[in-house]
């Protein structure tokens, strides 16, 4: 307030500029206390909840395999024949990839590099493929539509790649060649065979059931390795002792299984 020469009081006025905002948004970033309940600070919180779950799943995972000791199939054998090999579970979509012309051959490079590299490419690329902030399935078409494509694609595979092994191997058993005899089964040598734990596993036909074919045995072995075969066992699936004839009997079966042979 001030004072004119006449010694009266002059009036001051303020006048607001009304291009100024007063709502104008805050300069600084927001403080997580204006959410209560709705949000939290990457670290330490949210990154230490993260690393609890993550130790609670490896504490779990770590005592399952402690637990359960993991399945060992046999021992290799390049002699046998009725084996069938295929890949772990996890790497069954590749390998049935693998089988179509169109990624085998001489468009390997499509089925080993192009397509995995296209997958891992666009499941690498989907956060910035899609910005929005919504957080509903359907209101995310492009990493959705991504993930449900690579799951349905490795689903129907692995599914492809194991009917086609459970196939195989039906047709495998009790398959015999053209050019083998079927087995004479009034034979000495058969019926020690069947009285012993042979035939379970090797089929009524020496065409492998739970274990290998037979069929060509006397192509592939001597006496003597049939003999410690029979003496020793094989591998975990054929163990020591499970013949239980006598010495002549193993003589006459061995001597049965060196006349099994392919034409």
């Not at 690393?51 to 002699?79: N, Y």
């Not at 492998?208 to 075969?229: F, M, Q, S």
Request: charge should be negative; glycine fraction near 8%.
């Amino acid at each position: 307030m001030a004072h004119n020469q006449d010694g009266n009081h002059t009036q001051v006025h303020y006048v607001g500029d009304s291009r100024v905002r007063a709502d104008r948004p805050k300069m600084y970033p927001k403080d997580y206390s204006e959410f209560p309940g709705r949000t939290e600070a990457f670290f330490p919180d949210f990154l230490l909840k993260e690393w609890m779950v993550a130790a609670v799943f490896l504490v779990g995972f770590m005592t399952l395999v402690m637990a359960h000791e993991p399945e060992l199939g046999e021992l290799a054998d390049p002699t046998n024949t009725g084996f069938l090999p295929v890949p772990d579970w996890y790497f069954l979509f590749l390998y049935q990839l693998l089988k179509y012309k169109w990624a085998a051959g001489k468009f390997v490079v499509i089925g080993t590099v192009i397509l995995p590299g296209i997958a891992f490419m666009a499941l690498m690329l989907a956060p910035w493929l899609d910005g929005t902030k919504e957080r509903r399935p359907i209101k995310r078409p492009v990493p959705v539509g991504i993930m449900l494509v690579t799951l349905v694609a490795i689903c129907a595979l692995t599914w492809a790649a194991e009917y086609e092994h459970e196939l195989q191997l039906e047709s495998a058993i009790g398959k015999t060649p053209q050019n083998t005899k079927v087995i004479a089964q009034d034979e000495q040598g058969y019926q020690i065979y069947a009285k012993n734990a042979c035939i379970k596993c090797h089929g009524d036909n020496l065409e492998g059931k739970n274990g290998p074919t037979l069929i060509g045995t006397g192509n592939r072995h001597t006496a003597e390795e049939i003999t410690k075969y029979i003496d020793e066992g094989k591998g975990t699936a054929m163990p020591a002792g499970m013949f239980q004839g006598s010495e002549e009997e193993k003589r006459i079966l061995v001597e049965w299984l060196m006349k099994q042979k392919q034409q």
